[in-house]
């Protein structure tokens, strides 16, 4: 007959202190020499958004050159134009648009946190095409962020959500594929409440906040 074992607390605290010291030594050995002062300076106002009501997120830079941003209570996203100085407003009534990407044909990816879905904008013709709405027949919770990765995927945040999967979707990231397939790629309570979420730059490691 097998006894059944413990680990002291002592051991398995320093078991796990060295698997934490492990983990920080492999992050420090990726990203060793990044020179991030070369990229970060002093900080500089550029262009100010006047109203009463001002939340901005989700910056994305367009093919043009310019800067598209959103302004989450007033559903608007905004443009600034750096040759020109230039700020204006770019699109009306998008529904708390949050996180915005552009996809590599130059299509504006939005997450309208307000009517739960997954968006896609052409800038050419003005035409949104919903991606993602639903899942296991539940609205989405509010999409959050998003990025792609290195076989053109999308993941994105979705919170707040509920605690029960039986009567709605709970936080999560999710991914979606090319030909359309949505899929949790994490899930609460795993995911707390998830928010900004990044691909590395050659595309192979997701991060999440």
Known sequence: MHQKQTIPLATLLVIMAAFAAAVHDVAAIEYQGLQTEKYLGDVEVVATIEGEKVFTEGPAFGADGNLYFTNIPVSKILKYDPASGALSVFRE???????LMFDPQGRLLMCQGGAGQLARLNLNTGKVEVLAATYNGFPLAAPNDLCYDSRGRIYFTSRPG??????GNVNAVYRLDPDGKLTHVRAWPA???????VASPERQTLYLI
Do not use: A
């Not at 995911?191 to 979420?197: A, F, L, Y």
């Open 191 to 197: 995911v707390h409440m998830g928010n900004g979420i």
């Open 93 to 99: 009534d998008t529904q708390e648009t949050n996180g």
């Open 162 to 167: 509920t605690k029960d999967p039986k009567k």
